[in-house]
């Protein structure tokens, strides 16, 4: 174990899921599409426009900081950040700085290991994001559709001790975004963006020492590796009797190497001021209130509530609180099917995730509704179908939108038990696979339950398990 531990902070810069950009009409997300085509002149920043404030906007940020327990300002503004850059056409950003939306607060970290770490928000706030820069054969090239993008900054303080933790801040960060409805998180198209300030100390002191920025981190993995890099670097610096300088440092994810942007710029550098074309986002009580009365059950909370209520292993209340939707799906399918909500929580967990992972869907996107689910299983219960046919009910059900129990008697699915028709399809069975049959005889009894694998396949999955055996048992040892 090292001497050293890392002294870690995020700032993240999250695009909200708006409509429309944050200080025009232009779309908020233009993913895919052309280079500058979805822009006007307030985005582009010509001169004699005014700014004007998405509504939308500002109550996504104003959820999110609610759900941090962060001390709401009734009043806040806007400041100009000034730097020069190619991608921000105006020489600023519209920005907050003195008195940004929400201070404190706190992040609630569950670690794998069931500890849950507190990590303080010191402030977030509302800014425009800007364009991007591109090479293309050996030139620079600018799109402007990202310019004015709503975006919210959140910065932690240094509370986070390792990369691994860094990382699952990131996680849980993108899991809450997403239960909110406040972003999409997909950190592959920059909706979630992160840089880390990584410095050292001897492990258990309360310094703080000179830290470095690391810009550009931009997957869970870069995160990672980035942090564990530079967590070395400043330990074999300080070992060979240099110190750590103040730099900002850019991930290049491709090479996996750090690099030295510049020295690291001071607040001063930017000259903030006061915007002076957008009054202060003065927030009514009535509608701050509103939406605090309307915040939903976090996933925490949701995870503590669904194996208390339900007792369920954590780990399943884990997975079924990954997302909002199938949480909910779960509890409906419970409350339709009462008495068993394991057995619920094991069909979602295995039949119903698998389909949505191959279809890449969200539970609430998906056409097999709760009361669907707890009625295939009632089916299986009373011995109308099948195991199997209950797993396969779930697939033909999406595609013809059809209840389980309508679907049953229209494609004639009951289950085949003590009747003839069983008899024929055992003794088709045996005399097709004479060689098995044979086998069995001499000795080679585990070739059961081989029959009863084909007998299921002919019957598509509706010849009863149990009765098939014995049947099968029986046939085998006389017919020949
Ligand atoms: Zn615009
Ligand atoms: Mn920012």
Not at 84 to 113: C, N, T, V
Not at 383 to 396: P, Y
Request: charge should be neutral; hydrophobic fraction near 40%; charged fraction near 25%.
């Amino acid at each position: 174990m090292s001497d050293y531990e890392a002294v870690i902070g995020l700032e993240t810069h999250i695009q909200l899921r708006t409509a429309s950009k944050i200080f025009c009409r232009c779309r908020a997300d233009s993913w895919g599409e052309p280079p500058n085509t979805n822009i006007c002149p307030i985005c582009c920043g010509l001169p004699g426009v005014l700014p004007a404030l998405n509504r939308a906007a500002v109550e996504k940020a104003v959820r999110l900081a609610a759900a941090l327990q962060a001390q709401i300002s009734e009043l806040s503004y806007f400041a100009r950040k000034n730097y020069f850059y190619p991608d921000l056409p105006k020489g600023y950003q519209i920005s907050q700085y003195d008195e940004p939306l929400a201070r404190g607060g706190q992040f609630e970290l569950p670690m794998p290991d069931q500890v849950v770490r507190h990590i303080s928000i010191q402030k977030l706030h509302l800014e425009e994001d800007a364009g991007k820069t591109r090479m293309v054969g050996g030139r620079r090239w600018i799109d402007m559709n990202r310019c004015g993008v709503p975006l919210v900054e959140m910065v932690t303080g240094p509370d986070l001790r390792s990369a691994d933790e860094a990382a699952q801040y990131l996680i849980r960060l993108r899991q809450l975004l997403r239960w909110l409805d406040i972003s999409e998180a997909n950190m592959e198209r920059a909706h979630l963006r992160c840089d880390a300030n990584v410095s050292i100390r001897p492990r258990g002191s309360p310094a703080l020492n000179p830290k470095t920025e690391i810009k550009n981190v931009n997957s869970i993995e870069a995160v990672r590796t980035a942090i564990e890099a530079e967590f070395a670097r400043q330990i074999r610096e300080v070992e060979s009797g240099a110190s750590v300088k103040a730099w900002t440092l850019e991930w290049d994810e491709e090479a996996g190497v750090l690099r030295k942007m510049r020295e690291k710029e001071s607040e001063g550098d930017y000259r903030y001021f006061r915007e002076p074309d957008l009054l202060p986002i003065r927030l009514e009580a009535g509608w701050t209130d509103e939406i605090l009365a309307h915040s939903p059950e976090l996933p925490l909370a949701r995870r503590g509530r669904l194996v208390e209520q339900y007792h369920l292993p954590v780990y399943d209340a884990e997975i079924l609180t990954e997302e909002r939707s199938l949480s909910e799906y779960f509890e409906a399918a419970a409350r339709a099917y009462p008495g068993d909500p394991k057995r619920v929580s094991n069909w979602i967990m295995n039949e119903v995730l698998r389909i949505l992972r191959d279809r890449g869907l969200t539970a609430a996107e998906l056409k097999f509704p709760p009361r669907h689910l707890a009625e295939t299983l009632q089916l299986i219960d009373q011995g109308t179908i099948t195991l199997a046919t209950g797993k396969s009910l779930l697939e033909r059900s999406l595609e013809s939108g059809r209840a389980p129990r309508e679907m049953v008697e229209a494609e004639g699915l009951a289950q085949i038990r003590g009747s003839q028709e069983l008899r024929t399809l055992c003794l088709q069975a045996i005399r097709t696979n004479p060689d098995q049959a044979q086998q069995y005889r001499a000795g080679k009894t585990a070739l059961l339950q081989w029959f009863v694998g084909q007998v299921m396949r002919a019957s598509r999955g509706k010849a009863n398990p149990q009765e098939t055996a014995a049947l099968l048992q029986d046939l085998l040892g006389t017919e020949r």
